[in-house]
């Protein structure tokens, strides 16, 4: 028998390194870096075509009309949220397309369960605003405005116009779908360094406004219901925020220089549509500032390049995601110690659940948006679709531990979870825990697959939340209350007849001008060419310098002082035209100005006298100068002029205003 030699080794003692805990900042801070955000004002072209970042556009403008769409009551009044006649509440319900399917954002609406109550005022609203009537023939006056718009942004008119119905079950509208018309389609729009193609322009009617949505009810007034508003809708040309932000201006542009558009706050609303390369379409929803969307498309397209990362994250952890689940289970808020005041206790039918979700640790810290981390995806579906208002989620991946480790550690043992798994405490009604359960479920299924298509809202830091699933083409079907309306060549010719100039041609007139280029966004966006060419030729003031009495020193007082009233933009020519045929210097008129846009109803001669304004002669005005550089002289013994000549011009200022020229009484000052 043959015996191997036995060889005693020396024991190796090896020593296993303690396990580090995950730390979710530092997490946050790795998934930032690998997905190569930067903020927008480091990022460059390259940047966006890394990402294959893209862009589109659906401006929406009211029209200045005397009357709705489809009914006779009054256009552009409005009431306060606590100014209503009767409350009508209804229950909205998906319908079958016409290919027999559903349309998934209704589906989303009908899974919240909203009670809709609308605030009525009798003078703004009637039968067929809350559908107890079939529609009146479509407002001929919206109609004509549409045709000249369309035909100013260069799109082919259509030989019918045929109206269609687009659901919406939100309930911002009492009929559960808005009716929409194509007036013209394929046109175009020229920025400073490229063409913009634009897919269609449409009238239709605005929805209501909103007062509140807090749990399972949301409050709507119908003022502005029914009125008349156009739609813009681009291609996806644009291929950086900057970009965006030039082509949302330019549309608006456009519609306002035809002079028959509403203005002020929510009277145009734009909807921009961004994805990045692999990702989706996403709509950011009725932004009503154009200087937020750089800012956001930036965002938005690196959230989507963020959320292809987590997804190729967890295709390397999980290889059958079909089979994957959550586990999850009801809990006693006595049998836990927590250490966050977030849960409320005492509650009636009140519940609280713990979820384990398997392979995703890391992935609720993932960076998506600036402050933002995947777990706000989640949160933020739950406040939406299961109507739990915030706070309502705490997770294994907080910054600030507000349940504390023991408790997870407890959490984590009665799951048996994977060092791999992260896990989730949620609470609400007993009722809407179920719809809970099965959001938090779907939106993780979906991050192993896709983007997801939504609609999302705005902030202004630039940052978006979750507001509903993207509607499809199902939701849209003909109105069958509604026959075709022909659009005549006669009437095409009569309106291009009568069209304004094109913003391009009032962009050239501004360069030709010499106008500073900082004014040109507040000139076009108000329309100021026409006024400025008026006082030009009346007055034969330079437009140089009315430019930027409108753009600067008009732009600054209104972020200044509060808007009278009656003040309008006309008012500015009497101004310009009083101190014209007063003989006046035209620097005062800035100062009058202020004055103006506060107290419109105030003549001018009153306003020169609130002023302490006294008229004195120019030569007695010029005679003080040696007098002032003498005793400069005296008092100073600096040798610099340019001191000198400020000191002089500030005694000077108050009576040389409004008499005489400053930069011409400056050149006299010599030392």
Known sequence: MCWKKLILRPLKIYQYPMKERFDPERNYAETRKAIGYLPRNQATQADYDRIGFMSGLEVHQQLKTKEKLFCRCPAGLFQKADEYDAELIRHMRPTLSELGEYDGTALMEFKTRKEIIYRIKNETACTYDVDDTPPFALNREALNISLEIALMSRLKIVGEVHITRKQYLDGSIPTGFQRTAIIGVEGEIWLRKKRVRLIQLSVEEDSCREVSDIGHVRIYRTDRLGMPLIETVTYPDFVNPDEVREGADYIRFINRSSGKVRTGIGSTRADVNVSCRGGTRVEIKGVSHTSWMPELVHNESFRQWALLHIKELLKERVQDPKGWRINFREISLSGYKFLSPLIPHDVPDFKVYIVNIPKFQGILSHFTQPGKMFADELTDRLKVIACIEKPNMLHSEMFEDLAGETTWDKIRKGFKSDEKDAQLIIWGPS???????????????????????????????????????????????????????????????????????????????????????????????????????RITNDLGISPRYVSTLLGHSLKHIQGQVHRGNDFSFDLIYDLLKFVVSWELDLGIARKMLLQLYEYPKMDFESILVTLDFKVIPKEEIEGEIPFLVSKYKQIYTSSNEGAGKRWVMGNLHTSALGNVSLKELSEKVIF
């Open 431 to 533: 009722a809407d825990i179920p719809t809970a359960l099965e959001v938090i479920e779907e939106r993780c299924k979906i991050a192993f697959e896709k983007v997801p298509n939504e609609t999302r809202k705005s902030f202004e830091n630039g940052t978006t939340i979750f507001e509903r699933v993207l509607p499809g083409a199902d939701r849209m079907y003909p109105d069958t209350d509604s026959a075709p309306i022909p659009i005549e060549e006669a009437t095409i010719q009569k309106v291009a007849g009568n069209l304004p100039p094109l913003i391009s041609g009032r962009m050239k007139q501004l360069i030709e001008w010499e106008v500073p280029q900082d004014t040109f966004t507040y000139i076009l966006k108000h329309n100021l060419v026409p006024l400025m060419e």
